[in-house]
């Protein structure tokens, strides 16, 4: 038996493969709960979009080079 | 995964359809559990990501190409949620002063199982994703590769890199495999 498998066969008794059932309960109502609790746009998002079009207002070249990425 | 899915359902949800969202979530949800609860092993930890990640696909779902697979997409994006899952853990394990990767006491007189899950545990995120799931669920690197969105090289040195991390840290508890 080589090292690399001694230590998978250890790592195996000792962190088996899982065997999955699937969720206890149903996570659909949580889901839907998040999505209408959670803004779809973060502040990041925001702050990224308002710092993009402040950026493209003083340095209208920028453009360009955002056209270029698209 | 499944992948038989309905083009005008897929549409729809790109779309915003919560009907065709709802019918998606029960296609995928068992899938999407146990990919995640391979990664995360831990049921709670596995249904919160499994959560998170079909909010984001429902955030992202302009984003989603409905000619393309929705398996691959959403296996994709939980897989990115475990991942954060891991790293939550690992920082909650860190500020409650009981992170194995720092604190675990030697292990002399423990058993050998329990410190290579001493060592398991201590890999770090992106080393110990791969790890769980070639090395113990021994899914193929394909198949990883395009969950992690990375090359199948990548996956391979990180889990070389993993295995000799275990190794090292077996070492650092004592063991010498």
């Not at chain 1, 690399?4 to 709960?33: C, I, N, Q």
């Not at chain 2, 799931?133 to 090359?151: F, H, N, R, T, V």
Request: glycine share 4%; hydrophobic share 50%; proline share 5%.
């Amino acid at each position: 038996m080589t090292e690399d498998t001694r230590l998978l066969a250890l790592l195996r008794s000792a962190v088996p493969p899982v065997v999955t059932a699937g969720p206890s309960r149903d996570l659909w109502p949580l889901v839907v709960k998040q999505s209408q609790e959670r803004p779809e746009w973060s502040w990041l998002d925001v702050g990224l979009a308002a710092g993009v079009i402040i950026a493209l207002l003083i340095w209208p070249e920028l453009l360009m080079l955002l056209a270029y990425h698209f | 995964m499944p992948d038989e899915v309905d083009g005008d359902l897929l549409e729809r949800f790109a779309h915003g359809d919560q009907d065709a969202f709802e019918s998606l979530f029960r296609q995928f949800e068992h899938e999407v559990y146990g990919w995640i609860l391979r990664i995360v092993r831990d049921a709670n930890a596995a249904e919160d990501a499994l959560v998170e990640a079909f909010w984001r696909a429902y955030r992202g779902r302009a984003r989603f190409d409905s000619s393309r697979s929705f398996g691959a997409w959403m296996r994709r994006i939980a897989t990115n949620a475990a991942l954060d899952q891991l790293r939550v853990a690992r920082r909650d394990a860190l500020r409650l002063g009981n992170d194995t990767s720092r604190s675990a006491p030697a292990p002399a007189s423990d058993s050998l199982r329990e410190s290579i899950q001493i060592a398991f545990g201590r890999l770090p995120p992106k080393l110990h994703i791969v790890a769980a799931l070639a090395l113990i669920e021994e899914q193929s690197y394909a198949e990883i590769a395009e969950a992690l969105d990375l090359p199948i090289g990548t996956v391979k040195s990180r889990v070389f890199r993993a295995t000799r991390a275990l190794r090292e840290e077996l070492a650092r508890l004592g063991i010498r495999v």
